[in-house]
């Protein structure tokens, strides 16, 4: 099963994995043995994803939230 990947190779591997992820493979996240959660691509047609707005053209880097959440 290649689709099981430890937590700790997943942190050392974070873009590779991203990256086949991409792609459309999924993944199960164990540490010590025990499944934590699984990665799977996000599909385009049930899921809607919608810009509200995009913070990095208002300040070069984005806005940090603590001050986003100071001016609300």
């Known amino acids: 099963m290649d689709n099981i990947i430890g937590l700790k190779e997943l942190r050392q591997n974070v873009s590779g994995f991203a990256k086949q992820i991409q792609k459309g493979r999924s993944f199960i996240v164990v540490k010590q043995s025990k499944p934590l959660f699984k990665i799977t691509p996000i599909k385009e047609e049930v899921e809607q994803w919608e810009e509200a707005i995009d ?12 001050e986003l959440l100071t001016r609300l």
């Open 55 to 66: 913070f990095t053209k208002i300040k070069k880097g984005g806005v940090q939230l603590d």
